[in-house]
């Protein structure tokens, strides 16, 4: 299984980018897909997921309103699009196969992990 993110980079405080995560050896529709990020220093923190049916997302507080998760099955991708971007948003970002939906923020819920993208986001 591999899952590969991309998408990262340098970017101006309220611009946006779009992270994408393509995902090979597994059965994508069979999987929801998370986001995480972790900030140096920090420990990696949840930012969003979305499940096997697309109706079903979830968001961490400090990212609602300016991230929107999704996701192509036909493409066995998901991606994060990023918008109104901050300084604090500043991180190596992970996508992961797997989680709940009843506790979509465990890590150890997830089964497979990316490699993760650079965010750089200057004020």
């Known amino acids: 299984v591999q899952l590969q993110a991309s998408g990262g980079g340098l970017v101006q405080a309220g611009g946006s980018l779009r992270l994408s995560c393509a995902a090979s050896g597994l059965t994508f529709g069979d999987f929801g897909m998370g986001w995480f990020r972790q900030a140096p220093g920090k420990e990696r923190e949840f930012v969003a997921r979305?499940?096997?049916?697309?109706?079903?997302?979830y968001y961490a507080d400090f990212v609602k309103g300016r991230f929107t998760v999704s996701r192509d099955d036909a493409q066995s991708t998901a991606y994060l699009q990023m918008s109104s971007l901050k300084p604090e948003d500043t991180a190596v970002y992970y996508c992961?196969?797997?989680?709940?939906?009843?506790?979509?923020?465990?890590?150890?819920?997830?089964?497979?992990w990316g490699q993760g993208t650079l965010v750089t986001v200057s004020s």
């Open positions: 992961a196969a797997g989680g709940s939906v009843w506790s979509p923020a465990q890590v150890n819920e997830y089964v497979y």
């Open positions: 979305i499940g096997r049916s697309r109706a079903v997302r």
